[in-house]
């Protein structure tokens, strides 16, 4: 077993079609199924097997699978980090954010960092919470910054920087700029717009269901901007993060209120393996983040 054998699988696993593997990695199709075979002939076990239509691992192949994705991630992380350490002003940087930090973050961090270090190659990924962290514990990214509440992991470092709590957003018309506060009533009658999945969907269903609140949901979106456009044109009210509208707040386009029992204690967070060496790169993007927050 070697590691040209290791990605030919890895990648077969994912596929299960020679032809993909050939063509990511550029190859010949016989070249992948020799590899392939002998790879199962050096380890003296079946590691995947024909039912019908479909290629299945086998138990073996899926533990297999499992060391792979690891071995592999290991040595891409290996070769940026010693690149890093060769000099901090060229290689690649790979962030994951969700749609918040993405947002309202991330552009005003980004853009003179990347202005410091032109030969840097900022590789950045928008998915939910969940993702990234998936994306962090599998060793595809450098680091993340994600809206949580009350993250914990045991292979993962969290440096929370800002509170950023979720409040009842109306358009600012009819008379809603006089509300004081937002009764469970009204949060229950008022047709919402809400976020389709990630870390802010899960926090508001929780919270409805521990609340035995039954929620008048008018549409799901998977973008937060088209929400928020749409609660301005008076479609309808949403639950988003409060960093997420400051600037329609400021404008007077919209009004928010904090939410009656959901705890205050959402934030956007800075995640990283608690294994990941911290190199000048790294170090010098996580200081400009802190530079930024503290401004």
């Known amino acids: 077993m070697n590691l040209k054998q290791l990605e030919i699988f890895y990648h077969y696993s994912d596929s299960r079609n020679v032809t993909k593997v050939a063509e990511i990695l550029g190859l010949k199709q016989p070249t992948v199924s020799f590899h392939l075979k002998k790879l199962e002939t050096s380890l003296g076990v079946k590691l995947y097997e024909r039912k019908r239509e479909k290629i299945v691992l086998t138990a073996a192949g899926q533990t297999l699978n499992y060391y792979a994705t690891e071995i592999l991630g290991l040595m891409s992380e290996t070769n940026r980090v010693m690149k890093d350490y060769q000099s901090f002003h060229k290689g690649e940087l790979l962030i994951g954010a969700s749609n918040v930090p993405a947002n309202y973050l991330l552009p005003k961090v980004l853009t003179p960092f990347v202005n410091e270090f032109p030969q840097v190659r900022v590789d950045l990924h928008i998915e939910t919470a969940p993702k990234v962290i998936e994306l962090i514990i599998l060793k595809e990214i450098d680091l993340g910054i994600i809206s949580e509440q009350g993250f914990q992991h045991e292979q993962v470092n969290v440096k929370r920087l800002v509170k950023d709590n979720l409040v009842f957003v109306m358009p600012n018309q009819g008379g809603n700029s006089n509300i004081k506060e937002v009764s469970e009533e009204k949060l229950q009658k008022e047709p919402l717009i809400l976020h389709k999945r990630g870390s802010t969907r899960e926090m508001v269903d929780k919270w409805a269901e521990e609340n035995h609140f039954s929620l008048n949901i008018k549409m799901e979106l998977t973008n937060i901007e088209a929400i928020r456009r749409m609660v301005i044109m008076g479609t309808g ?47 010098h993007f996580i200081t400009n983040l802190y530079t930024y927050m503290n401004e």
């Open 237 to 283: 009210c949403s639950i988003l993060s409060k960093k997420a509208i400051e600037n329609e707040i400021a404008r007077e386009e919209l009004v928010c209120f904090d939410i009656p029992s959901l705890e205050k204690n959402r934030c956007l967070s800075l995640i990283y393996r608690k294994d990941r060496p911290i190199t000048p790169l790294l170090q």
